[in-house]
């Protein structure tokens, strides 16, 4: 867990909704930290007073806890154990295991002074008949690996030292894995992480979706898993995708690519980030982009060439931190000309951002600045670069793309 507890956020945003008529609801990718933060809870309440016996913990991924159980089993399983008229803290983990879930968590929000903590590694959690039933009565709280950050505030290193190479450091991110518990594995070597990674991206194309989904075409939906992740930060939609691979042999309906698609976001494995029509000021629902919860997980999906764009690499986890920041975050399109990110942050307020890897030649300069000249408003707009000499123009401001990563 030390490798966790820095992140106080999560911890402070808990305890918050602590005792609140509110199911708190914890997603996000496998192994990104969900248990660990529930069990920080814990020991929260713990300290703060709360006895054991008023606590249940059950772990879904356990087939004891829920093979041949029905959800109203384990529902009378919990009721047994609950204290009369004390305060009661119920931790269902990974609990979209249960068929028929929604009828088990919402039982127990029903159930007076019985305080209702969630957790899954599926997006659908929230797309079933639980926020129907749910509606307006529960709070999600998204967790994502660590921010470069928080890597490197878990490495125990100073971030406030300015000397420090933090190109090399940002390398050392993408290179290895921003889950927690691959960081705690580095001391061990790569291999190590390697593997971690490996086992994880099984355990989430096997059980997350192979099973659960029913996929036959095993070997299609890998194909389709590595082909999108060669293509972090480009436009990509179904009928390109589809006509891509049939030029490679591989024939996938673009419904079923679809599909597909929406499976591995669901499991929060790729994020996808819709165009917006600066002109016309809509949402368009086509050439969608996709970004790579974890940079790491590009060793195994892509391999040796997964460095070749080091541009859309950086867009890749500066995407990341956008949302983990909470803006919404879309593409833009106005008058021919791409933005990478339109972002509407928590307080409503609109922001640009144009992300290059250097500012190496006037034409890579200039197609990053021009590019939000022709947006003629007055919101803030930003070029990031890992450039140590920064140059504002136009009311641009050009940031070094560390400091901003780093900034509180």
């Given at each position: 867990?030390?490798?966790?507890?820095?992140?106080?956020?999560?911890?402070?945003?808990?305890?918050?909704?602590?005792?609140?008529?509110?199911?708190?609801?914890?997603?996000?990718?496998?192994?990104?930290?969900?248990?660990?933060?529930?069990?920080?809870?814990?020991?929260?309440?713990?300290?703060?007073?709360?006895?054991?016996?008023?606590?249940?913990?059950?772990?879904?991924?356990?087939?004891?806890?829920?093979?041949?159980?029905?959800?109203?089993?384990?529902?009378?399983?919990?009721?047994?154990?609950?204290?009369?008229?004390?305060?009661?803290?119920?931790?269902?983990?990974?609990?979209?295991?249960?068929?028929?879930?929604?009828?088990?968590?919402?039982?127990?929000?029903?159930?007076?002074?019985?305080?209702?903590?969630?957790?899954?590694?599926?997006?659908?959690?929230?797309?079933?008949?639980?926020?129907?039933?749910?509606?307006?009565?529960?709070?999600?709280?998204?967790?994502?690996?660590?921010?470069?950050?928080?890597?490197?505030?878990?490495?125990?290193?100073?971030?406030?030292?300015?000397?420090?190479?933090?190109?090399?450091?940002?390398?050392?991110?993408?290179?290895?894995?921003?889950?927690?518990?691959?960081?705690?594995?580095?001391?061990?070597?790569?291999?190590?992480?390697?593997?971690?990674?490996?086992?994880?991206?099984?355990?989430?194309?096997?059980?997350?979706?192979?099973?659960?989904?029913?996929?036959?075409?095993?070997?299609?939906?890998?194909?389709l898993v590595k082909f999108v992740a060669s293509n972090i930060g480009s436009n990509l939609s179904p009928s390109n995708i589809a006509s891509t691979l049939r030029q490679e042999d591989q024939n996938i309906h673009?419904?079923?690519?679809?599909?597909?698609?929406?499976?591995?976001?669901?499991?929060?494995?790729?994020?996808?980030?819709?165009?917006?029509?600066?002109?016309?000021?809509?949402?368009?629902?086509?050439?969608?982009?996709?970004?790579?919860?974890?940079?790491?997980?590009?060793?195994?999906?892509?391999?040796?060439?997964?460095?070749?764009?080091?541009?859309?690499?950086?867009?890749?986890?500066?995407?990341?931190?956008?949302?983990?920041?909470?803006?919404?975050?879309?593409?833009?399109?106005?008058?021919?000309?791409?933005?990478?990110?339109?972002?509407?942050?928590?307080?409503?307020?609109?922001?640009?951002?144009?992300?290059?890897?250097?500012?190496?030649?006037?034409?890579?300069?200039?197609?990053?600045?021009?590019?939000?000249?022709?947006?003629?408003?007055?919101?803030?707009?930003?070029?990031?670069?890992?450039?140590?000499?920064?140059?504002?123009?136009?009311?641009?401001?050009?940031?070094?793309?560390?400091?901003w990563l780093l900034a509180d």
């Open positions: 867990m030390k490798a966790f507890t820095h992140r106080k956020e999560y911890l402070e945003k808990l305890l918050s909704y602590k005792d609140e008529d509110l199911i708190k609801v914890v997603s996000g990718l496998r192994r990104s930290g969900k248990s660990t933060l529930l069990e920080l809870f814990r020991e929260e309440l713990v300290q703060s007073g709360i006895k054991n016996e008023q606590i249940q913990f059950i772990n879904f991924e356990l087939p004891e806890n829920y093979l041949n159980k029905t959800w109203d089993e384990i529902y009378f399983d919990i009721k047994k154990k609950i204290i009369p008229g004390a305060p009661n803290y119920v931790f269902l983990d990974e609990v979209q295991n249960i068929p028929q879930f929604e009828k088990l968590v919402d039982g127990l929000f029903a159930t007076e002074k019985v305080d209702v903590y969630i957790t899954g590694s599926n997006a659908f959690l929230l797309s079933s008949e639980l926020a129907t039933l749910l509606s307006g009565r529960y709070i999600e709280i998204s967790i994502l690996p660590f921010s470069f950050k928080e890597y490197l505030t878990a490495r125990e290193i100073d971030t406030g030292n300015k000397y420090l190479n933090f190109e090399a450091l940002f390398f050392d991110y993408i290179n290895e894995t921003s889950l927690p518990k691959g960081v705690a594995l580095r001391n061990g070597g790569y291999d190590k992480i390697y593997a971690y990674l490996e086992a994880i991206y099984e355990s989430i194309i096997e059980k997350d979706i192979s099973q659960r989904y029913e996929i036959r075409e095993k070997r299609a939906f890998g194909n673009h419904s079923t690519i679809e599909k597909y698609l929406g499976y591995l976001e669901a499991c929060f494995v790729f994020y996808k980030v819709n165009r917006f029509d600066l002109k016309g000021k809509k949402q368009l629902v086509t050439q969608e982009k996709y970004y790579l919860v974890d940079p790491g997980l590009l060793n195994i999906l892509v391999g040796k060439e997964r460095m070749t764009d080091r541009g859309h690499i950086l867009e890749n986890v500066v995407y990341l931190e956008l949302i983990r920041r909470g803006n919404k975050v879309w593409t833009g399109t106005a008058r021919n000309t791409e933005i990478d990110f339109v972002c509407k942050t928590t307080t409503g307020e609109v922001e640009y951002f144009q992300i290059a890897w250097q500012l190496a030649s006037e034409s890579t300069i200039e197609r990053e600045f021009s590019a939000l000249e022709k947006i003629k408003d007055n919101y803030p707009k930003y070029v990031l670069t890992t450039d140590s000499f920064t140059q504002n123009r136009s009311g641009i401001k050009h940031l070094n793309v560390f400091d």
